[in-house]
DNA sequence: ACAAAAGTGTTCTTTCTACACCCATGA
DNA sequence: TCATGGGTGTAGAAAGAACACTTTTGT
């Protein structure tokens, strides 16, 4: 059996998380890439990923690569999409692709990685491999997702402002939100609950938000293994 | 290098299709399934599906299987998900599996093949492997996805009247719909063409409709590859 | 003529949207 | 006190649900 004869299976992830630049107009997704060190598509960024153990899960070896390139445990994982094209690499490899969000907060203290930077969605580099058309579908399921689902929350820390929610909102579609109606739209689906702690330091104290855990249901169907919106449990801590 | 340490691809796919009983309130979705022949689960009802081959796409090899179980070519196919999970067979096995659509009077026409039988969803026998909770997410996906898109269409024949694409909506539902408000609904989306002909037999004549194929966009994202709602090019047509 | 399905109209409720307005704090 | 973002009120538009009503066929 020559090495042209088998399919390998690998597990990216599409990491996802929010910056604000000082005197920028809104905040821009942002995700990190690893500059490939080895043959096909070496210098080029590509999506930080890696062989499928035998003894480990989908799910588990999505959470440990994104553990080995950030150091940081997903707010949100959920598995994108099946890439298996037979010309997609020189040998045939199936990509199984998550993607994750991670808060911006924790991003920032974070100390970086080698061979590992952040990049702007909205001005990539030309990637490795078709990572440049998975990236593409992984923001539009953000899109979409993020108008019928709360996964925006994930972007956060435990506790925020409305008018930091609005902001995440605002940077993933790309165009202002009216205040008073995102306020009453989202009070109103019951995924908040108001806390009695004020963000002071600008003007007027904004009440602080925390996510409601009780309304899990009703969203990604009947696959809810161990993958939850909240922090992982500790896939990621299999040593 | 033993076979236990390998990890083997399979593609398996949910065909879904209508059946209207007789005497029955509503139609019901059913589904094809295969008499496993073999070791694991010999006896059991299976889902349709083989091994990846090294120079067959996903895509492709989810025609394959689907055309060598029922003989037909699909209407609607769409990936569903990667099931990976460490347990989930004897040996390591990761399945990309897809779901599809096939209409009812294509069903009717085709020649039954060895060893497949036509399940209603409603009423399932337990099946091989992790195939139960597979199925389950299918029909969860197909509930939420008619909803917001128009796959329904792909359960009927070319033409047909608007009874009959409520009959379909009522059965994978599980519930009536006004007859006004479904028409209004569906002829302001667009996405139906009135034809000058009309389906006639019962009372009054109902006109018949045909799908616009013009609006494909703005559904299923950036991934429009080969797969087409409309009846799929030729990639079972490979000898 | 009558039953039954096709198709239209009307009303009420809910939701979205735009925007005016008041409130509370830092400077 | 004034600028600014936090927060409330409200009126019009759009969309959805319920249901009465008219039309056209087979029997």
Known sequence: MSSEDITRVAVSTVILSLKREPGDEHASVVMPLVRRVRDPFEGRWALPGG??????????????TLAETTGLSPSYLEQLYAFGAVDRSPTRVVSIVYWALVRADEVEQAHPQENVAWFDTADLPPLAFDHDEIVGYALWRLRSKVGYSRIAHGLLPGEFTLAELREVYEAIFGRRLDPANFRRQVENSGNLIPTDRFRTGSHRPARLYRYNREVELADRGPLTHGLAPAPLPSESSRS
């Open 51 to 64: 062989w499928l153990d035998v003894h480990e899960g989908l799910d588990a070896a999505a959470s440990r």
